[in-house]
T-cell receptor, first 113, second 113 residues
């Protein structure tokens, strides 16, 4: 079946540091790829998405590119802020719909001033 | 705009008790799903629905029942609660076409003692 593997955390950075969170996937067909973010005590929010190979998703300074040749969707941000501290989930969806997702285990990001 | 609403937010059950977690969405979304979130495990799909009257099992369906009598509501039933069902439960919905995004509720934190 489908699976998503993302780097384990926590990732601890100082403010304005560069962020990379690695994500690779295994899937049949052509899934859509997502990064969701979860702030403490809240549900998940869509951060960015890509629906086909070579698409780049971007939002709030975060970026990720759908790389079919390496089955990857790594999340990057050039300069993190304290407010970016959260848990980040890489996920994919298949033909069952965009709310039927296979998630990675999540990566906690902690940004200090 | 309410989005996806889950009730209750917190619940404590005794082993063997039954209960229903409620989920309602006001976006006229065809697709709805239930997940459980456990530490170090990410989110795992319990059951999902692609429309009223249609449900199917996800990755971890044992011990849970669902039904979908209306487009808006997708309740999750625990028939006989077990300590292994202690978790945070999230409901999500998405449109069949158009928006490439799942919308999540705020979650229900369930403790089974």
């Amino acid at each position: 079946g489908d699976s998503v593997t993302q780097m384990e955390g926590p990732v601890t950075l100082s403010e304005e540091a560069f962020l990379t969170i690695n994500c690779t996937y295994t899937a049949t067909g052509y899934p859509s790829l997502f990064w969701y973010v979860q702030y403490p005590g809240e549900g998940l929010q869509l951060l960015l998405k890509a629906t086909k190979a070579d698409d780049k998703g971007s939002n709030k300074g975060f970026e990720a590119t759908y790389r079919k040749e390496t089955t990857s969707f790594h999340l990057e941000k050039g300069s993190v802020q304290v407010s970016d501290s959260a848990v980040y989930f890489c996920a994919l969806s298949d033909q069952r719909g965009y709310s039927t997702l296979t998630f990675g285990k999540g990566t906690m990001l902690l940004v200090s001033p | 705009n309410a989005g996806v609403t889950q009730t209750p937010k917190f619940q404590v059950l005794k082993t063997g008790q039954s209960m229903t977690l409620q989920c309602a969405q006001d976006m006229n979304h065809e697709y709805m799903s239930w997940y459980r979130q456990d530490p170090g495990m990410g989110l795992r799909l319990i059951h999902y629905s692609v429309g009223a009257g249609i449900t199917d099992q996800g990755e971890v369906p044992n011990g849970y029942n669902v039904s979908r009598s209306t487009t808006e509501d997708f309740p999750l039933r625990l028939l006989s609660a077990a300590p292994s069902q202690t978790s945070v439960y999230f409901c999500a919905s998405s449109a069949r076409t158009g928006e490439v995004e799942a919308f999540f509720g705020q979650g229900t934190r369930l403790t089974v003692v």
